[in-house]
């Protein structure tokens, strides 16, 4: 190997859950997808935005509700190192009428109801162009 | 049916499975939720962690199943360890190794099998992380990798690793 291999896109993927959490960064590593940055936490998450290189993406989890609208905000309102209209993708087990229209407003171009297939996630990537065509 | 095969180094693989001390123990959530999320996530209606021991596979988690061990002569796991690869049956049916298998002619109706081999610590394969199914099925690219990395979580928990964040 020359090592000239283009580098996968980078995502930040905040989830609570440490086996869907871990089984997505394996699987959009090994399928060529993207290389994802994880957070188990909002406040690790938020860490992880402030310091690290930019994100392509960002995929956040709902569980942690107003904190991670709180976040989104500051991510539109270009407080991170990652472009202010990088692509989010909201993942929620539950989400009221109230809370659509938060992430409506802040321009979340997806959002994926749990259970959902990791295929899904890994194609919203793919069809929204965040990532290069990978046939999955 | 082609009984499952004996390893080469089945003498140092069953030592290896000894010292983890996992068989006939009670369930564990750290292999219960890997369990639930691969029958979640491949569709299937059962899902189990088989541990592959000198004459029986035990499950050391199970979903989907009532009982918790098989004999080993009979069990598609003890044909999956012999390669660390994943090992698909895509319809039992048809397959001259398994066509006439009771877990295919019986109650179990099994047509389709995937098993990705787990390691203990020390290398060995001391059984799998598998799913099966009671129609005839194929597995596409997400679904095998999700199956492999569920796998690795598998191994994590049988070498007593944590769940940790990985490092930036």
Redesign the interface.
Known sequence: MTGSAKPLPRVLLFEQH???R??I???AR??GVAEI????TID?ARV?LAT?AAFEAVVLDFDDGARTVDLLGELRHGKFNSRADAPVVVIAAELGRKEEDQLAALAVCEVLRK?F???DL?NVFVNGGVVPPV?? | MTPAPIPADEAERLQALQQLLLLDTPPDERYD??VR?AA??LDMPVALVSLVDGRRQWFKSRLGLDATETSRDISFCGHAIVSSELFVVEDASLDPRFADNPLVTGDLHLRFYAGAPINAPSGHRIGTLCVIDKVPRKL????R??L???R??VNEALAGRD?A??A?
Not at chain 1, 37 to 40: N, V
């Open positions: 440490f086996v869907m871990r089984t960064v394996t699987v090994d399928l940055q994880e957070a188990s690790r992880l690290s259970p297939k990791i295929g890994l046939r999955l | 939720r890997v999320f979640e996530q596409g690219a997400v679904e990798a999700v492999e990395a569920l690795g979580l769940d964040e990985a930036p």
